[in-house]
Every structure is written in structure tokens, then in C-alpha cells.
């Protein structure tokens, strides 16, 4: 066997064994998600995040909304370090109106103190 026919099959047993991985389209530089609006299939993109750990992120902004980039070390899984390499990529923005908690609560006039 020659050493590029080696090679090639090496490729596509990796390839075969890990399928995710193979169709995986990561992010191109200077594309961000926003952490309250982002789909799980968009969080799948980044490095490290597969389909239980983009479900765990859903699930914790679903409790309440990030306020911080910071803010999503408190999902299992998520380390600081990890933060820290991708942190580029991400960014936090508004609620989504679509968010349950975030639709609960009223919105407060910032003259009155009071709900509109």
C-alpha cells in the first residue's frame, strides 16, 4: 500500500466515525451569536458544542436571559476556558421577544418607574 492510499483511508475511517463532525460548518471570523437568540443548530457551530450542550444553553436563557457573555459558564459544561477561546464569537444582546421569561415580566417606563 503507497503512503497516500494510507493516508486516504485513514481520512475516511476519521471521517465515517465521527459523521457530526464531518458536516460540521464552523463560524467565519467576526461572525458573532447572540447568547438570547441564537437556534441550538447555530450554538452546534461553535467549538466543543454539541446538540446537549447547545439544549442546556437554550434551557438556562429560557430561565432567565444572559446579561453578560460571562454569564454562560453557569451552563454545565461551559468552562471559562472555554469562554475565552470563543468568546469572539459571541456576543449578548436583548431578550428575544419570544422568550417566556422575558415576555412575563411588564417593561418599566424609566420616567414613572412604572409598567407601561
Request: proline share 6%; aromatic share 2%.
Amino acid at each position: 500500500m503507497t503512503a497516500a492510499l494510507c493516508v486516504a483511508l485513514a481520512a475516511a475511517s476519521l471521517a465515517a466515525a465521527a459523521p457530526q463532525r464531518a458536516g460540521k460548518k464552523g463560524l467565519a471570523p467576526g461572525e458573532r451569536l447572540d447568547l438570547n437568540r441564537c437556534s441550538a443548530a447555530e450554538l452546534m457551530r461553535l467549538p466543543g458544542v454539541g446538540r446537549k450542550r447547545a439544549e442546556a444553553v437554550i434551557a438556562r436563557r429560557a430561565r432567565a436571559p444572559f446579561r453578560r457573555v460571562e454569564d454562560i459558564v453557569a451552563v454545565k459544561g461551559i468552562s471559562a476556558r472555554w469562554l475565552e477561546r470563543n468568546r469572539a464569537h459571541l456576543t449578548v444582546g436583548a431578550a428575544s421577544a419570544r422568550d417566556p421569561a422575558s415576555a412575563s415580566r411588564p417593561a418599566l417606563d424609566a420616567r414613572a418607574g412604572a409598567p407601561r
